[in-house]
């Protein structure tokens, strides 16, 4: 048995629950973003984020009301998205705070910051990923806006590569559940996908 939830019916900030406790894990964007003055560097956790295309490689996350990274976007046409490791939970959950227009969240959190390579914007220093952006599109729905990104130039540690590929076990990726509840990675189950001419019906063994 189900029960039934119509969107029209509730309250936003109920339903806003609802998905973000259903839609889970969200990986999350740590979004670095400067002022139109080059001057003010902005550092705020995204979850609504994912790939919108490869080949033009671009990402995309969402921002949920006008917010600093949204403004910096907008102003300047730059941002990065720094990856959201495990091992700095505590830095990332601080940078979601509500701080006034003008503070510095590297400042304000203690993040040390280095200069990206082909964007304004620094990177998250201790960030194991970052993919530098250059803004290619934006859309407006309803409250938020998802903000497109072509990425220009991917900068990589090589703590976290095994011949040349990023490893999940070295990652150490977070996640955003519902409420107040963070994801880390569990048990990783590795199925390679079925060829058509290779199809012998469905797998019952279990993944």
């Known amino acids: 048995m189900r029960v039934d939830f119509d969107p029209a019916e509730m309250p936003r900030s109920d339903f806003y629950k609802l998905l973000t406790a259903t839609v889970v894990p969200r990986p999350i964007a740590w979004v670095s973003t400067i002022d139109r003055y080059g001057v003010s ?95 290619h599109s934006t859309l407006r729905i309803g409250d938020s806006t998802v903000v497109f990104g072509r990425v220009v130039h991917a900068a990589i540690s090589e703590e976290v590569l095994v011949d040349g590929h990023a490893e999940i076990d070295r990652l150490r990726p977070l996640s955003r559940l519902g409420k107040d509840e963070w994801g880390t990675v569990g048990g990783v189950h590795v199925t390679p996908r079925i060829r058509y001419a290779d199809w012998q019906g469905p797998t019952t063994s279990g993944a």
């Open 41 to 135: 560097a902005n550092l705020a956790p995204h979850s609504f984020f994912s790939i919108a295309a490869v080949a033009p490689p671009v990402v995309q996350f969402s921002s949920v009301g006008r917010k600093d990274s949204l403004r910096n976007v907008e102003a300047t046409g730059e941002f990065v998205v720094n990856f959201a490791p495990e091992g700095l939970a505590a830095q990332i959950n601080d940078t979601a705070t509500d701080f006034p227009h003008g503070i510095s969240e590297f400042e304000a959190a203690g993040i040390a910051a280095e200069p990206s390579l082909r964007v304004k914007p620094p990177r998250v220093a201790d960030s194991p990923v970052a993919l530098e952006c250059e803004l």
